[in-house]
């Protein structure tokens, strides 16, 4: 079982440059989460989306944008990269956002570089 | 404002007993996480607690304390590969997730 996958695993992005970040899962979730994560700090939520056709902003959106066309696709977008988006950044899944069955499944990370 | 804090680093011996603990401040409660995270690879779900008391799970448990927003994560028979960080999450009442910045959990043989 696939689970959530994520592309690419690392890249190296020039400042100024644009780039999305894919995030697909196969277990037929409702919520979907883009989360960074920095060295000495917590998970940090960027933006998340509770069912398809719905997306909502978390704690740092500045600078993302993303969109949820479908159940399954949740990619992010940095529009102009600047240094400070350097960060390793997660992508992760849950059934629904209430209840027992709002356990967070993550993805294996795109670690980003901006210089 | 919302605050998890746990301590940043523990060191315990194989084979031995360690207690990870964590307290919380949200805006409303749904809910403590616990998830394990390997050096390099993704967060993965450990337990959820959500009434007080103990949740036993093979060598973890997860106990807490609505009343103390407090919550604690207890590993025996340490084995090496019980090495990594310990992420400590509540959920608030918008049931977002709010992260502690984990405890790095070293393991001596």
């Known amino acids: 079982t696939a689970g959530i996958t994520q592309a690419p695993t690392s890249q190296i992005l020039a400042a100024g440059r644009s780039m999305t970040l894919r995030c697909t899962q196969d277990m037929r979730h409702n919520a979907m989460y883009w989360y960074r994560q920095d060295l000495g700090l917590g998970l940090r939520l960027i933006h998340y989306?509770?069912?398809?056709?719905?997306?909502g902003k978390g704690e740092v959106p500045d600078g993302y944008s993303v969109s949820r066309a479908n159940t399954d696709d949740f990619p992010l977008t940095l529009a102009s990269a600047v240094p400070s988006q350097t960060s390793v950044y997660f992508c992760a899944s849950s059934d629904s956002t209430s209840g027992d069955t709002d356990t967070q499944y993550f993805g294996p990370g795109t670690r980003l570089t901006v210089l | 404002g919302q605050n998890i804090d746990q301590p940043t680093e523990m060191t315990a011996t194989e084979g031995a007993i360690v207690q990870i603990n964590c307290t919380y401040q949200?805006?409303?409660?749904?809910?403590l996480f616990w998830y394990q995270q390997h050096a390099g690879e993704a967060p993965t779900f450990l337990s959820y607690?959500?009434l007080d008391g103990l949740e036993e799970k093979g060598r973890f448990s997860s106990f807490l304390s609505r009343s103390k927003g407090y919550s604690y994560l207890l590993l025996k028979e340490l084995q090496m590969k019980d090495s990594a960080s310990y992420l400590c999450?509540?959920?608030?009442?918008?049931?977002?997730?709010?992260w502690g910045a984990g405890t790095k959990l070293i393991i001596k043989p």
């Open positions: 949200t805006s409303g409660f749904n809910g």
């Open positions: 999450a509540a959920m608030d009442s918008n049931y977002q997730l709010i």
């Open positions: 607690n959500v």
């Open positions: 989306s509770n069912t398809a056709g719905t997306t």
